[in-house]
């Protein structure tokens, strides 16, 4: 196996890419058998509260803004991985509360 192949892979579960290779998606549902859900794009707006779980899914998020405009994401027993190159929040509170 190649890094190329392990890099698409990768690009394909952090919602960067589509795959269209038959073999890669098949390899992913053996080598990979957890389900997530993925929110991906260039700019995102948290202008709502966002709740995942209890107990769904892991959840990903990759933007290059993530922008908290009055929203908030709130994760009950579930993984959450956020990956943004900028991040802002309209308000001075951001961080986890606990």
Known sequence: MNNVFLQEIADYML???NL???????????????????MYGKDIV????I????AASSYFINA???TFDG?????ITTA???TANNRS???RYFGVQR
């Open 15 to 17: 919602g960067k890419n």
């Open 20 to 38: 269209m290779a038959k073999k890669t998606l098949d390899y992913i549902d053996i080598a990979f058998p957890f389900k997530g859900s993925v």
């Open 46 to 49: 948290i202008n709502k509260d």
């Open 51 to 54: 709740v995942v779980g209890p």
């Open 64 to 66: 290059d803004i993530l």
């Open 71 to 75: 929203g908030s994401i709130t994760s």
């Open 80 to 82: 959450l991985t956020i």
């Open 89 to 91: 929040s309209k308000y």
